[in-house]
């Protein structure tokens, strides 16, 4: 089991909250739509911020500060490493503009306009993307930091900005957050076909419950807005099993009105239906999606000594903690807790599935 802290709303019923108008832009619908099908924004072929707002929400999410000229250099920097890739690997005759003479944060306006400018731009923009997420997982490797201070720095990250949020009057009824114990990531690892551990996803969750099912599509907006960086979401990894993309479009008038503007069609998800989790109970639904939390790491390197600047300069300031969120409305977390589907029927299927295994029964694989 895992030690679990938990916030629940103890506002009285009657107390009357103004209804916040709800608005959305095409960049909104498109990380939503990422967040809950588990997408890649390598896969994408533009973005689609339109104002400048846009990308520093987007930026600040990723720990940039354009008003912090190191990070405004560091952008510059993975983008001079990007163009270097591309000319050496691919042979790319990337024009001055793009590769060298506009700031690298103009790439993404750039990026969601038209034109031979603009492809150029989205394929620059993807290997920075890459880049840098190997840069945070090698600096991450290097610090003399353990599990527990960094999952510290995420929990501290997380809490704030969901208090944000519900100060914003955006309705969280439970948030609860907490780290798997060793013995819980054993058994889970037991219990899988691919008993690796960098598989194990949730060794530190946070779980939002809204009052209202169409809660659910403000405060995952705005969890979009205040926190999650829609790029690092892990693709193959999202599930949404409370309302399907076409029907949360549809019945959202702020996101219908984009809906010939989206990327890939509307129906794309009932194609790509994800695998569930074999050992929930048969009725059991949950949108649960995992992120590569970017956290900046700044105070742990006076611990490098002598490598810190070279660190620093080599990698940047920013690691990547993967962590998992589920979010649900009330009424389907009192559902998801009846019967089969309750927590506890959950964890007898999965020893059951562990015992057999470890008196050398082959049952039926996770992926089977």
Not at 48 to 55: A, G, N, P
Not at 121 to 132: D, F, G, N, R, S
Not at 168 to 197: N, Q
Request: some cysteine.
């Amino acid at each position: 089991m895992a030690t679990e802290k938990r916030f629940t709303d103890t506002t009285p019923e009657d107390t009357e909250v103004s209804p916040r108008p709800f608005e959305a832009t095409l960049a909104d619908l498109e990380s939503v739509r990422l967040l809950l099908r588990g997408g890649s924004v390598i896969d994408w072929d533009r973005v689609s911020f339109s104002s400048d707002d846009e990308i520093r929400s987007f930026l600040r999410n990723n720990e940039f500060d354009l008003d912090r000229p190191e990070d405004s250099d560091r952008l510059e920097d993975l983008r001079a490493e990007a163009v270097e890739y591309l000319t050496r690997s691919f042979s790319y005759r990337i024009p001055d503009e793009v590769a060298h003479e506009m700031p690298a944060r103009d790439l993404f306006l750039l990026a969601a306009s038209k034109g031979k400018r603009h492809v150029y731009a989205c394929i620059i923009l993807k290997v920075m993307h890459v880049m840098h997420h190997l840069a945070g997982r090698e600096l991450l490797f290097k610090l003399p930091v353990s599990d527990d201070e960094v999952f510290g720095l995420v929990e501290s990250k997380v809490v704030k900005a969901v208090e944000e949020i519900r100060a914003a009057g955006y309705p969280v009824v439970e948030f609860a957050w907490s780290r798997k114990e060793r013995d819980s990531v054993v058994t889970k690892l037991l219990a899988k076909k691919a008993s690796i551990a960098a598989h194990v996803y949730d060794k530190l969750r946070f779980r939002l419950i809204t009052p209202t099912r169409d809660d659910l599509a403000h405060v995952l907006q705005e969890l979009l807005h205040r926190l999650i960086p829609f790029n690092y979401v892990i693709p193959g990894e999202s599930v949404n099993g409370i309302f399907p993309f076409r029907r949360l479009v549809e019945e959202t008038p702020a996101y219908a009105r984009f809906a010939d503007q989206l990327q890939r069609d509307l129906d794309q998800e009932e194609v790509e239906r994800p695998i569930s989790n074999e050992f929930s109970g048969p009725s059991y639904r949950i949108i649960n999606f995992v992120v590569d939390m970017p956290v900046r790491i700044d105070p742990f390197f006076p611990r490098l000594a002598d490598l810190a600047q070279e660190a620093k300069d080599e990698l940047g300031s920013i690691i990547f903690v993967l962590t998992e969120f589920q979010m649900m409305d009330l009424k389907t977390a009192q559902e998801n807790e009846q019967g089969e589907n309750s927590h506890t029927a959950y964890k007898e299927r999965q020893q059951e599935r562990v015992r057999a295994r470890l008196a050398g029964g082959d049952g039926p694989g996770e992926d089977e």
